[in-house]
């Protein structure tokens, strides 16, 4: 099941590509602003309940949808691509184990422990 679910979000990766190839950025911006949502883990400098609603909202698939499609409606590029790279990275995260954050911790997400290989 889990290989199941990584090939999911592989596809949702693939469709995030396709989706940023249509709004006709040059593809350098799409590496040089993959990562740029891991910035919200800045949260955790104000403990991990702070750090877990901020993770969760730069990392949340909705917001990356809504983002996009609020885009759309306003004319405005740049808010779609936006959602589009948060559409992206949020997938990339979860084919690598990382998922929406417990308060208890970092490491606790939706998917799992990070780094129990057990699971």
């Keep these: 099941m889990k290989n199941?679910?990584?090939l999911e979000e592989v596809t949702l990766m693939v469709l995030g590509i396709?989706?940023?190839g249509l709004l006709g950025y040059s593809w350098w911006w799409l590496p040089a602003l993959i990562l740029v949502p891991d910035i919200s883990m800045a949260g955790y400098l104000f403990g991990p309940k702070?750090?877990?609603v901020c993770?969760?909202?730069a990392h949340h698939r909705g917001v990356a949808?809504?983002?996009y499609f609020?885009?759309?409606y306003f004319l405005l590029p740049i808010v779609q691509l936006i959602g589009t790279i948060l559409f992206i990275h949020t997938a990339m995260d979860r084919i690598f184990g990382y998922g929406l954050?417990?308060?208890k911790g970092f490491k606790f997400t939706h998917l799992g422990e990070i780094?129990?290989?057990n699971g």
């Design 18 to 20: 396709f989706m940023f």
């Design 101 to 103: 954050k417990y308060e």
């Design 55 to 57: 993770y969760n909202i």
């Design 4 to 6: 199941l679910l990584k």
């Design 65 to 67: 949808v809504l983002l």
């Design 50 to 52: 702070v750090g877990a």
């Design 115 to 117: 780094g129990n290989t």
């Design 70 to 72: 609020v885009g759309i």
